[in-house]
Nanobody
Framework: QVNLAESGGGLVQAGGSLRLSCVAS????????MGWFRQCPGKEREFVAR????????SYADSVKGRFTISRDIAKNTVYLQMNSLEAEDTAVYYC???????????WGRGTQVTVSS
């Protein structure tokens, strides 16, 4: 079991920045990838970014490339999502997830709301 707790969401003006954090606890040794996803009302959840827990390899959705940066602090069991140049379209609930194999996100946090005002 891996428990995930997101924080750092809030209300920000377009063009501003936020940094989300996700602290993992429990059997963190089984983490293979950590990812961030988001979901807008009435839309399906979509992939935002992921990072390999051991090697730090990253991948991003095209919509956030160049604006968002995912990173992790293994000692703190924490993954971050630095979000710059925020746009109204980035408004969503952001979820942290842990994958034990490629593409298999078995554990999810409860989400944190990000609202970007235009």
């Amino acid at each position: 079991q891996v428990n995930l707790a997101e924080s750092g969401g809030g209300l920000v003006q377009a063009g501003g920045s936020l940094r989300l954090s996700c602290v993992a606890s429990g059997r963190t040794s089984i983490n293979y990838y950590m990812g961030w996803f988001r979901q807008c009302p009435g839309k399906e959840r979509e992939f935002v970014a992921r990072i390999s827990w051991s090697g730090g390899r990253t991948s991003y959705a095209d919509s956030v490339k160049g604006r968002f940066t995912i990173s992790r602090d293994i000692a703190k069991n924490t993954v971050y999502l630095q979000m710059n140049s925020l746009e109204a379209e980035d408004t969503a609930v952001y979820y942290c997830a842990s994958a034990q194999t490629m593409g298999n996100y078995g554990f999810w946090g409860r989400g944190t709301q990000v609202t970007v005002s235009s």
